[in-house]
T-cell receptor, first 114, second 112 residues
Framework: DSGVTQTPKHLITATGQRVTLRCSPR?????VYWYQQSLDQGLQFLIQ???????AKGNILERFSAQQFPDLHSELNLSSLELGDSALYFC?????????????FGPGTRLTVL | GNSVTQMEGPVTLSEEAFLTINCTYT??????LFWYVQYPGEGLQLLLK?????DKGSNKGFEATYRKETTSFHLEKGSVQVSDSAVYFC???????????FGAGTRLTVKP
């Protein structure tokens, strides 16, 4: 158990819909990272927040957005969903903002878009 | 661009065999290098890392050395166990770029 929690574990929805994935980092960690893992694209970094502020952006689509709240939990919002958005979405956290810091991954949310 | 290439799997070994999973990288600047492991149904776990050239990361019998001259970070273990069966990801991060890049992953199966 990494100490990072993600909800829900599974999500099934239809094309065009909007969903919110939630992540609670390990106690004391200020950075939250979001990743997408799919069969065709592999594991891709989406976005990082540090202490409530966006710190780095990777291959995140404009239809996707994220935020980190004062209690440090984070949400990833996916809208206008397409079939290709079906993937495993991981959240990770680390103490500091540097990417060289050890990141602790949550168990993931499996999103299926029908 | 910045990228990681790792050997394609799947890799199947017998217990106590020697393991090597090759990883090479392309990066502008001086990346940190990582090996992550993903067990079935779980998230990734950091296995080891190295932040500068010639550093050796090691953990649970696994080792990898950051080789700047060959831009490589190959993962090795002298004697694998059935419990090592998992998918292994090589990754790099470039702090100033604020990015993390993963290889495609290599599935390892160890048979008793």
């Amino acid at each position: 158990d990494s100490g990072v929690t993600q909800t829900p574990k599974h999500l099934i929805t239809a094309t065009g819909q909007r969903v919110t994935l939630r992540c609670s980092p390990r106690s004391g960690d200020l950075s939250v990272y979001w990743y997408q893992q799919s069969l065709d694209q592999g594991l891709q970094f989406l976005i990082q927040y540090y202490n409530g502020e966006e710190r780095a952006k990777g291959n995140i689509l404009e239809r996707f957005s994220a935020q980190q709240f004062p209690d440090l939990h984070s949400e990833l919002n996916l809208s206008s969903l397409e079939l290709g958005d079906s993937a495993l979405y991981f959240c990770a956290s680390s103490v500091d903002e540097g990417f060289a810091d050890t990141q602790y991954f949550g168990p993931g949310t499996r999103l299926t878009v029908l | 661009g910045n990228s990681v290439t790792q050997m394609e799997g799947p890799v199947t070994l017998s217990e106590e065999a020697f393991l090597t999973i090759n990883c090479t990288y392309t990066a502008t600047g001086y990346p940190s290098l990582f090996w992550y492991v993903q067990y079935p149904g779980e998230g990734l776990q950091l296995l080891l890392k190295a932040t500068k050239a010639d550093d050796k990361g090691s953990n649970k019998g696994f080792e990898a050395t950051y080789r700047k001259e060959t831009t490589s970070f190959h993962l090795e273990k002298g004697s694998v166990q059935v419990s090592d069966s998992a998918v292994y990801f090589c990754a790099l991060s470039l702090p100033k770029a604020g990015d993390m890049r993963f290889g495609a992953g290599t599935r390892l199966t160890v048979k008793p």
